[in-house]
């Protein structure tokens, strides 16, 4: 069973920039799709981006236009470019299978949009 771990959060000002990664224990490349879920306080855990194996993409409205999914297979490594950060995007983010996550979840990556 892949495993999945989650890198690259941290503090950063409205406006800035952060890219996450997330790094899998096995190959990716019989994965379908790949999302990145966020989670806020007091809030359940939602799917913000999907890339599939073909490189397709889609976003929640919420981020499109301001965040970039992306993978390397050969890596088995999804990333997430986050850029013009909201204090809205503030939660802990979490990488797994799309649209819905499998196994176990990983402990996610803190980011923090403030001044």
């Known amino acids: 069973q892949v495993q999945f771990v989650e890198s690259g959060g941290g503090l950063v000002q409205p406006g800035g920039s952060l890219r996450l990664s997330c790094a899998a224990s096995g190959s990716i490349f019989s994965i379908a799709a790949m999302g990145w879920y966020r989670q806020a306080p007091g809030k359940q855990r939602v799917l913000v981006a999907t890339i599939t194996s073909g490189g397709s993409t889609n976003y929640a409205d919420s981020v499109k236009g301001r965040f970039t999914i992306s993978r390397d297979n050969a890596k088995n490594t999804v990333y997430l470019e986050m850029n013009s950060l909201k204090p809205e995007d503030t939660a802990v983010y979490y990488c797994?299978?799309?649209?819905?996550?499998?196994?176990?979840w990983g402990q996610g990556t803190q980011v923090t949009v403030s001044s």
């Open positions: 797994n299978t799309s649209p819905r996550g499998r196994g176990n």
